[in-house]
T-cell receptor, first 115, second 115 residues
């Protein structure tokens, strides 16, 4: 079985400050990990993914995430947040040994960036 | 939202009615997916299809049906057997027969409300 936890329902940050959105996962094998962002009444937009290789993954809009196998975490980060980063963020995991191409999503973290 | 379209954007249904949500993609992707999004629960997989004329149940398939007669189309029918159908429905697609490393790309969603 595969699962994802996003421990914070909401993260508040001032514009220009660093932004971190936490994600931990559980899989029986090795994970593939994904981050998506959702703006109100819109579909999910892909930000970045970890498949293999360098533990630091760089993605769209200045976001990056660090894969930490020992802590089973894949936290999303941005060095300097913008008001336009205010949105709902989802972490997702796929066990590479699982059948099909099923993604399991976390419950989402709402980010509010204040000017 | 890329090359994935969903229609309609908003849909109202009376109790006891079946309704069909449309999902079309022009990305030449083999695999397509339907998710349901409820507040605070993230996304849950309803059905997925890795190739034309084949599909599998996801985690919450009861009360839903799908077909995959064409590569670019994956319509979802919400039947009267679905007890609580009010939700935001998201369609996604990914590349080569849903290879596990592939990114899923999402459409803009359909918001279904039961009156």
């Amino acid at each position: 079985a595969q699962s994802v936890a996003q421990p914070e329902d909401q993260v508040n940050v001032a514009e220009g400050n660093p932004l971190t959105v936490k994600c931990t996962y559980s899989v029986s094998g090795n994970p593939y990990l994904f981050w998506y962002v959702q703006y109100p009444n819109r579909g999910l937009q892909f930000l970045l993914k970890y498949i293999t290789g360098d533990n630091l993954v760089k993605g769209s809009y200045g976001f990056e995430a660090e894969f930490n196998k020992s802590q089973t975490s894949f936290h999303l980060k941005k060095p300097s947040a913008l008001v336009s980063d205010s949105a709902l963020y989802f972490c997702a995991v796929r066990d590479i040994r699982a059948a099909g191409n099923k993604l399991t999503f976390g419950g989402g973290t709402r980010v509010l960036v204040k000017p | 939202d890329g090359g994935i379209t969903q229609s309609p954007k908003y849909l109202f249904r009376k109790e006891g009615q079946n309704v069909t949500l449309s999902c079309e993609q022009n990305l030449n992707h083999d695999a397509m997916y339907w998710y349901r999004q409820d507040p605070g629960q993230g996304l849950r997989l309803i059905y997925y299809s890795q190739i034309v004329n084949d599909f599998q149940k996801g985690d919450i398939a009861e009360g839903y049906s799908v077909s995959r007669e064409k590569k670019e189309s994956f319509p979802l029918t919400v039947t009267s057997a679905q007890k609580n159908p009010t939700a935001f429905y998201l369609c996604a697609s990914s590349g080569l027969q849903g290879a596990s490393t592939d990114t899923q790309y999402f459409g803009p969603g359909t918001r279904l409300t039961v009156l």
